[in-house]
């Protein structure tokens, strides 16, 4: 929640490239715990918003889920964890053959999913 005006611009420049912009459904779950963990809730459930408003929903679905599951199964395999809600948000990334834009590099251990960051 610290970098959400790192987050809105890119959200400007992703909006000039006239593409389709979708945030899965744990991403949103995400952002509403970390607007209720927040010091200034009311403050940052108002900038979590206006990055929100231009984009459309993307809702898990057991596709997502089947990819979710395998990754975390072969992560796990070879020693590595990663943290289950973030699975699924590389999952649905995956399945839906789409970039995922995040500062989080423990998604480039899903080798399926092209990260853009910011």
């Known amino acids: 929640m610290k970098e959400i005006p790192k987050a809105l ?3 400007k420049k992703l909006e000039k490239r ?7 459904t ?4 995400e952002l509403w715990e970390g607007i209720e963990r927040a010091d200034r809730s009311m403050k940052k459930e108002e900038e979590v918003l206006a990055v929100l408003e231009s984009f459309l ?5 057991p596709e997502h889920a ?5 990754r975390s199964g072969e992560l796990i395999g070879k020693g590595e964890m990663l943290d289950p809600i973030d ?3 590389g999952g649905t990334a995956a399945a839906e053959n ?3 834009v995040t500062r989080n590099g423990d998604f ?8 853009e960051g910011y």
């Open 98 to 100: 789409e970039p995922l």
């Open 18 to 24: 006239s593409e389709e912009i979708r945030i899965p």
């Open 87 to 89: 699975v699924l948000i």
């Open 108 to 115: 480039e251990r899903i080798s399926e999913v092209e990260v």
């Open 57 to 61: 929903d993307l809702p898990l679905n």
């Open 26 to 29: 744990p991403v949103l779950f």
């Open 66 to 70: 089947k990819v979710a599951g395998r």
């Open 9 to 11: 611009e890119k959200a």
